[in-house]
Antibody
Framework: QVQLVESGGGVVQPGTSLRLSCAASGFSFSSYGMHWVRQAPGKGLEWVAVISYDGSKKYYADSVKGRFTISRDNSKNTLFLQMNSLRPEDTAVYYC??????????????WGQGTRVTVSS | ETVLTQSPGTLSLSPGERATLSCRASQSVNSNYLAWYQQIPGQAPRLLIYGASSRATGIPDRFSGSGSGTDFTLTISRLEPEDFAVYYCQQYGSSPWTFGQGTKVEIK
């Protein structure tokens, strides 16, 4: 059964860092692109970052470029999001999502349950 | 960046009625790379439609998608109680991937 489980969220102060993880199971993780999407409290979905199946391509939303880094460890079936210089506006539930095919330009056919990040002093 | 505008913001309907949701793009969507997702409060989004009109695995046939270029529609032919949720359109053809602001389908 395909499953994505995020972890690493929490309450942090502005300017600090946090690393999110997404553990994948039930599919060939190394064959699919992976995304991070976030949802601020009471708001809609905002795409954050994507990484290709082999890690060679990475793209970021302008709102996080230069502060967040997406990476993956295919040997451990795990996706990461390193978040630095956190701001209050980064407060959100962060979801990892799998692409339907190997191409990063594809729909998100499976989502994790999300991990909550709160940035507050 | 392709901006997606969904309308209406809220749709108040009764079970059994037909729901028609609109998504308009600020520029033509590459190869109709347009998807629809359903989100029930407290849950992760679920893929309904991709390629503008193809149903995802396990999605009931009361859900259908149509459109091309800049105008797209999600239709729910007969609303079931579990269909009352928020629906998002998304373009996935190019970076940045973008979502519409959502349409809430609520019980009238």
């Amino acid at each position: 059964q395909v499953q994505l489980v995020e972890s690493g969220g929490g309450v942090v102060q502005p300017g600090t860092s946090l690393r999110l993880s997404c553990a994948a199971s039930g599919f060939s993780f190394s064959s699919y692109g992976m995304h991070w999407v976030r949802q601020a409290p009471g708001k809609g979905l905002e795409w954050v970052a994507v990484i290709s199946y082999d890690g060679s391509k990475k793209y970021y939303a302008d709102s996080v470029k230069g502060r967040f880094t997406i990476s993956r460890d295919n040997s451990k079936n795990t996706l990461f999001l390193q978040m630095n210089s956190l701001r209050p506006e980064d407060t959100a539930v962060y979801y990892c999502a799998k692409t339907r095919g190997g191409n990063i330009a594809d729909v998100f056919d499976m989502w994790g349950q999300g991990t909550r990040v709160t940035v507050s002093s | 960046e392709t901006v997606l505008t969904q309308s209406p913001g809220t749709l108040s309907l009764s079970p059994g009625e037909r729901a028609t949701l609109s998504c308009r793009a600020s520029q033509s969507v590459n190869s109709n790379y347009l998807a629809w997702y359903q989100q029930i409060p407290g849950q992760a989004p679920r893929l309904l439609i991709y390629g503008a009109s193809s149903r995802a695995t396990g999605i009931p046939d009361r859900f259908s998608g149509s459109g091309s270029g800049t105008d797209f529609t999600l239709t729910i032919s007969r609303l079931e109680p579990e269909d009352f949720a928020v629906y998002y359109c998304q373009q996935y053809g190019s970076s940045p991937w973008t979502f519409g602001q959502g349409t809430k389908v609520e019980i009238k």
